[in-house]
């Protein structure tokens, strides 16, 4: 095998830490080739998928792939924006915010970087972008406060796979998951009550997140656990009774069990039981997407409102608020702790290609090296 080296690497180049932001990811347009790429992308992923490869690759091409991508094309058309996709432009205007409160600190030894799992920019291209950047130290931070094998490790999958052809690796550090990050909770909470002192507050609250196959769970994926904790902290930091509020689960696909309850079903009965208005909020998600603003904010609306509901609202994610860049910042530069700003001073750099050169003339004299 043949791995892939720093290509233009310099001895006085300019080292960096790296900060790579990741998200799910999104089609590159909202048409049903763009989907069908995409989708046949996202769901080949053994982590989301998890049943035998030969029987899922005849159900995917044979069935999913030539029924799915024209559905999926139309919902992304109803939310397409000029800019492209509504996670692509709030998850790329967290990694300049990002990028703009590390500056303030620690100047140009630390680049932000922000990628998708599917789609683009794709993890690998990024990578490839920071290690011609000189990033020697690199920290993941994929944007899933709630871990999941389906999610989070299949990020690590996606940088492990790119890492298997370098020759040079960096240093790395990874988080997993945060869905008990004081500042993260403060940061939601905060959200909900500045959309209550504006438009209100409902008789209750519902936190829905991204479902999971039931069958997961029973494998050991802590991913329930974490959605339920992250659910409870928020409600204590709200002051919310248990009836207040409610833990769902939205999104699922196929005809096996998922985690439940499931949002739709839920507010679909919600009305008959004598809760008129609901507030709804998506703790897992960290950017606005296909699943809150059309799933949530239009088809559970209106499965809400048709059951008898009189009032829904939808508390938009926390995209690149002031108070989820503080938070992840927070994060970010807590585990950033150790890693010294790499010395970039022009005297050293120069001192150090000198050396370089000093030694391969001594050793190897003549050599294109």
Sequence with gaps: MQYKGSENFRHNQSERIGVLVTNLGTPDAPTPSALRRYLAEFLSDPRVVELPRPLWWLILHGVILRIRPKRSAAAYA????????????????????????????YG??????????YGNPSIARVLDEMDQQGVRKLMVLPLYPQYSASTSASTFDAIAKNFKTRRWLPDLRFISHYPDYPPYIEAMARHIESHWSHHGRNQKLILSYHGVPLKYLTRGDPYHCECHKTSRLLAERLGLEKDNYMTTFQSRFGKEEWL???????????????????????????SD????????DEENRGYFMESGGDGFSYIT?????????????????????GWQSPNNQSETLAARQTRAEEQKNAIYPGRDL
Aim: net charge negative; with cysteine.
């Design 78 to 105: 109803s939310v397409w924006q000029p800019e492209g996709s509504p996670l692509l432009i709030h998850t790329a205007n967290q990694g300049e915010r990002i990028q703009e409160a590390l500056t303030k600190k």
């Design 260 to 286: 439940k309850p499931y949002t739709d079903e839920t507010l679909k009965a919600l009305p008959g039981k004598g809760i008129k208005t609901v507030d709804v909020f998506c703790p897992g998600f960290s």
């Design 108 to 117: 140009l030894d630390v680049v932000v970087g922000f990628a998708m799992r």
């Design 317 to 337: 994610a926390l995209n690149a608020t002031p108070g989820h860049i503080d938070a992840l910042v927070q994060l970010i530069e807590e585990n950033l702790q």
């Design 289 to 296: 997407c296909l699943e809150t603003i059309e799933e949530i």
